[in-house]
């Protein structure tokens, strides 16, 4: 595998459920982000990790729980999500800082019911 | 508020022509500015990008021109190819910070 990779593609899931999504970056680098597209909205930074260790939130929900347990892996774990979290969620990752390039996996499209 | 805007929500242009997208921002704290390239069913895809100490930055086909004054951006594409279809986002970050402001993309088509 090359590039940033996330799984599941697709997901469709209630209210009361609790899944996990996934990223994996096989490029070496040492920051880890993970953005929501909403329909005919910007993508919207929601976290970001540098050397495994949070340094931005953007002020997102508690029903939205990150976790990066080494440098090269990001999940994003929900729980109780609401009908209007149904977006496109995108994994990035870039060597350092925010002048290097960020690489995008494809994405895993949410539907909550 | 939006600090990144991309008002043309799509563009078609014919095949061997010039393709030109504009991408405005306000916040003039902004230093670095970057394109990205986004087919469906993939991530957005790194293009072009383009520091404040430039006014322009050409790759290939592509080329990036920014003018600091108006804080207004523009990729131009010649000649435009039908792969280049895709939707293209602009986006914006200034030093120190860890964020990447996004436009709402411009979905171009280039007619065969």
């Known amino acids: 595998e090359t590039g940033v990779t996330q799984t599941p593609r697709h997901l469709v899931m209630g209210m009361t459920n609790k899944k996990s999504l996934k990223c994996e970056q096989h490029?070496?680098?040492?920051?880890m982000y993970w953005y929501k597209q909403s329909a005919k909205k910007p993508l919207e930074l929601m976290f970001v990790?540098?050397?495994?260790?949070?340094?931005e939130n953007n002020s997102v929900p508690s029903r939205f729980s990150p976790e990066c347990p080494n440098s090269s892996h990001l999940f994003l774990h929900l729980h109780t999500l609401q009908p209007e979290d149904s977006a496109l969620y995108l994994c990035?990752?870039?060597?350092?800082?925010?002048?290097?390039?960020?690489?995008f996996g494809p994405g895993t499209r949410l539907t909550v019911l | 508020d939006q600090q990144v805007k991309q008002n043309s929500p799509s563009l078609s242009v014919q095949e061997g022509r010039i393709s030109i997208l504009n991408c405005d921002y306000t916040?003039?704290?902004?230093?670095?500015f970057l394109w990205y390239k986004k087919y469906p069913a993939e991530g957005p895809t790194f293009l072009i990008s383009?520091?404040?100490?430039?006014d322009k930055n050409e790759d290939g086909r592509f080329t990036v021109f920014l003018n600091k004054s108006a804080k207004h951006l523009s990729l131009h594409i010649v000649p435009s190819q039908p792969g280049d279809s895709a939707v293209y986002f602009c986006a914006a970050s200034e030093t120190g910070a860890n964020n990447l402001f996004f436009g709402t993309g411009t979905r171009l088509t280039v007619i065969p």
């Open positions: 383009i520091s404040s100490i430039k």
């Open positions: 916040n003039s704290m902004f230093d670095y």
């Open positions: 490029l070496g680098h040492n920051a």
């Open positions: 990035a990752s870039s060597q350092g800082g925010r002048t290097d390039t960020q690489y």
């Open positions: 990790y540098s050397l495994e260790e949070r340094v």
